[in-house]
Structures are given as C-alpha cells and as structure tokens.
C-alpha cells in the first residue's frame, strides 16, 4: 500500500422532517497509515524513539506556536537581547511540548478510539507512560525556568496560565462540556502575547489584540473539525459544539466567532500595531473566511465543507501572520529583530 487512502461513506441522517445526505471524509494523515506504521517499526530502536518523541510534541501545533510567538515580537515596540530572543522562543516551545506530551498522557485511552491519533506511541503501546509523564514534566520545568532566568517575570507566569489550563483544565474538560473549546482557546492564544511581552515585559492593549487573534482563530478552526469527524469525537468520549447542541448551532457559532475574528484582525490599524499593507491583505483574506462560514448554511455536503473551512483557516493564519512580517518591514527598517543587542 503507498498511497493514502481516502474512505468516503455515505449516510442518511434525518433534520426534523427532512433527510439530508452527508458523506463522512477521512483522510489519515501519513502517520496513521499501514505503511507509515509499517516504516516506524523497521527503524531502528533509537530513531523510533526519537520519532516518537516528536509525535508527542504535536509538530503542526509547535510550529503555528512558533510562527505566532515570533509574530508577537516581531510586532511589539522596543528592543530585545538576542539572548531574551533566543530564550523566549526555546521557552515557550518548550512549555508548549510539555503539554502536548501531558496532553497525549491524560488522553491515551481516548486517542485509542480516534483514527488520527490511534497509531500514537501510547495508544499503540510503543511508549510507557511514564517516559511520557516524566520527559512532559521536565521539558516543562526547564522551559519555565529559562523564561525566568533570560526573560521576564510576565512572560513565565503566561508560560504557566497556558500549561496548567490547557493540561489541568481543558484535557479533563474535554469529556465534560463542550465549552472546553473556549477555555482550551485560552492557552493556544499566549504564545503571541507572549512574544509580545517578552520585549515589553507588560500586558497591554496591542498585545491583548494580538492573543485576541489567535483566541477567536481557534474557536471556528475546532468547530470544523468537530464537524467532519463527528463520529470519532463521539466515539471517544469527547463533547463538542455539533455533537451537543446540533448542525445548525455550530454553523451560527462558527460564523459568529469567524466574525469576531475578522474585526479582531482590524483593529491593529487604529492601535498603530500594523499599517495599511497588513489591513489590505487581512481584509482580502478576512472577507473570504466570512464567505466560507455563510457558504456553510447553504451547501448540501457539510462535511466536504467543513473541511475545506477547516484547511481554509490554516492558510488564513499563516497568510495573516506573513502580512504581519510584510508590512513591519517597511514601516519600520530599525524593527528589534534586526536590531538585538549582545548585552541588555
């Protein structure tokens, strides 16, 4: 097998007195297919591990920290040490790799009954759990220790509200309420503001903004995934906005939060974060986002849309942040990443 399958099934679900068709699309990602699983295990014991260590740490998820946390400095006025620079993007890395590892911990057991994350090392048993506490645990510990040490206060006690509310509060939640999405968007919306502080060492209006971004960004982002893999979050347990409160609820959530996030986007102009590049191209690619989100009222194949929506936002959040770096540029040719000192 060297291709990646794509299993559609067809279904009938009954909406009040009508029936409307839906086509349930999943497409593994290449970790979850026979022959990716296959590769990992004629690896040897060292790369396997290795492998599964970065699994653990949820590439996709550190790599948007990453880009929004050099964002967030990018942005913020003032001047950082290459030091602090260096410290706060390995710290706040580092936090969030703890979590995900935590995260994957507390969620072993469910991830069992889900297709994408199945073939993780500790639903399929080729990791201990306590290599993943422990190496969670420590990763975490450092991390916040390096953000003390070479950054600031400020930026260590964000570093601690993202870890404890998204392992302590948002993982447990998950089962609870489908209102986990809210606060679990609490700590995927620092690490810019994190960035932020890290040259200012205050929370202030142009960072709030900026964790606003990241905050309404996640809430749309999730209920499309919920939507196309409805029947894996139900079968693991989890609570979300369609599977408790119905299609059309999280279709008028998805557009209001889609809202929130486009004016979100445009107030950096009067709070003088961006210029008139960034609103242009926020503007285009905010106006798109509201288009898909009405589309979703009107087209028959919600899953299909969903997925588009849902693939849609992450070229949205990229595309948003490259503006950010764009139009900083011009603005302001003595911007402090290229303007670090070696000592503070």
Request: hydrophobic letters at 50%.
């Amino acid at each position: 097998m060297n291709q990646i399958e794509v299993q559609i099934k067809m279904k009938i679900t009954p909406e009040q007195d009508n029936k409307e068709q839906s086509i349930d699309l999943v497409t593994p990602s290449p970790e979850l297919t026979t022959d990716a699983v296959e590769q990992s295990l004629a690896l040897s014991p060292w790369r396997r591990l290795i492998n599964d260590f970065i699994v653990l740490m949820k590439p996709s998820i550190t790599l948007l920290v990453l880009i929004t946390t050099a964002g967030g400095i990018w942005l913020a006025p003032g001047e950082i040490s290459i030091y602090a620079l260096l410290a706060s993007i390995i710290g706040t890395l580092g936090v969030v790799i703890g979590a995900n590892t935590l995260n994957c911990y507390l969620e072993r057991e469910s991830d069992k009954e889900m297709a994408r994350t199945k073939n993780r090392p500790l639903p399929a048993g080729r990791m201990h759990k306590n290599t993943a506490l422990s190496f969670g645990l420590v990763i975490t510990a450092i991390s916040l220790l390096i953000l003390s040490v070479w950054v600031n206060q400020t930026t260590t006690i964000l570093a601690l509200i993202a870890f404890i509310s998204y392992v302590w509060i948002y993982t447990p939640m998950k089962r609870l309420s489908p209102q986990a999405l809210i606060v679990g968007s609490v700590p995927g919306a620092l690490p810019p503001l994190m960035g932020w502080t890290s040259v200012t060492g205050a929370i202030d209006l142009g960072g709030i903004a900026l964790f606003g971004i990241l905050f309404f960004w996640q809430i749309p982002h999730f209920i499309a995934i919920a939507l196309y893999r409805q029947n894996e979050y139900q079968k693991a347990g989890l609570k979300t906005i369609p599977g408790e409160y119905g299609l059309k609820n999280a279709l008028w959530q998805n557009l209001f939060w889609s809202v929130l996030l486009v004016i979100n986007t445009l107030v950096l102009l009067p709070l003088q974060i961006t210029g008139w590049i960034y609103i242009v191209i926020a503007s285009i690619l905010g106006g798109y986002l509201l288009y898909l989100a009405l589309k979703g009222f009107v087209i028959e194949a919600k899953n299909i849309w969903a997925r588009k929506f849902f693939l849609y936002t992450l070229i949205y959040i990229s595309l948003l942040f490259a503006a950010f770096v764009i139009d900083a540029g011009p603005r302001n040719p003595k911007n402090q990443i290229f303007n670090t000192y070696i000592e503070k």
